[in-house]
């Protein structure tokens, strides 16, 4: 979680208010009186957690629930049970990040989500030689007061050209390579579904910083005919195997 954003949520909270981590296993908050993930608590706190971290814990083995944040049973709390819940970096390596976000919203009053930007995601080489981490399912994008997840698939894996230079992340500090939503009631969240490879190309492309501007659609069409001839080739090579079955 962003310091800035942890020191904001610990000043706003008072002694009284119940507070849940869903997903906090790798770095939990320590202001949690209850935590939900699908790790143990004997083995938490794997990145960046300090031992003033473990000293200030406000929850213990008994308020570490275990399990499936996705699975198909309501979370064992009933509604509006915690004043605040915090959800940070987790979603993105959800199967089902909505169905998280809708029970959020039935058992917290307010709370935080934070997640991988944009930037983040697309970088080449911040997790190894492709873009973004191996194990996140979405890309997401936090616009407008609200959520939107975007599956993540193989063509930005395939286009170098969609990807952000390694320089460009570097210089980004935290707060360009994480993005945040506050929210009340219940945080507004949806899948965003791309059919057809341009549109999720045009997409993509909205996000890559090429001279200090994104690559945009006029560029990416000059790039998709440099390509032409190579991915003309392929689709007539898949349209004849498709045929032929």
Avoid at 55 to 62: H, I, N, P, V
């Amino acid at each position: 979680m962003l310091e800035a954003s942890r020191g904001a949520i610990t000043g706003r909270l008072g002694d009284e208010d119940r507070v849940l981590d869903v997903g906090g296993w790798s770095s939990p908050f320590p202001r949690a009186d209850w935590v939900l993930d699908l790790n143990p608590h004997a083995t938490r706190g794997r990145y960046g957690y300090s031992d003033a971290d473990r000293a200030s814990e406000r929850f213990s083995a008994g308020t570490w629930v275990q399990r499936d944040a996705c699975g198909p049973e309501p979370w064992p709390w009933p509604d509006d049970h915690f004043d605040f819940a915090v959800c940070s970096h987790t979603l993105e390596d959800l199967r089902d990040p909505l169905r998280v976000c809708a029970e959020l919203g039935r058992v917290a009053r307010a709370g935080y989500i934070e997640v991988p930007s944009r930037l983040e995601e697309q970088s080449r080489w911040v997790h190894g030689p492709w873009a973004g981490w191996s194990h996140h399912h979405w890309i997401c994008d936090v616009r407008d007061g609200r959520i939107e997840f975007v599956f993540k698939g193989d063509l930005l894996q395939a286009r170098r050209d969609l990807q952000v230079p390694r320089r460009v992340w570097a210089r980004a500090g935290a707060e360009g390579r994480a993005q945040a939503l506050s929210w009340e009631g219940a945080p507004a969240a949806c899948e965003r579904v791309f059919v057809e490879n341009g549109d999720f190309a045009r997409w993509l492309a909205d996000g890559v910083p090429v001279r200090g501007r994104t690559v945009g659609a006029r560029a990416l069409a000059a790039r998709d005919a440099a390509f032409g001839f190579g991915f003309r080739a392929a689709d007539r090579l898949l349209g004849r195997g498709l045929s032929a079955r």
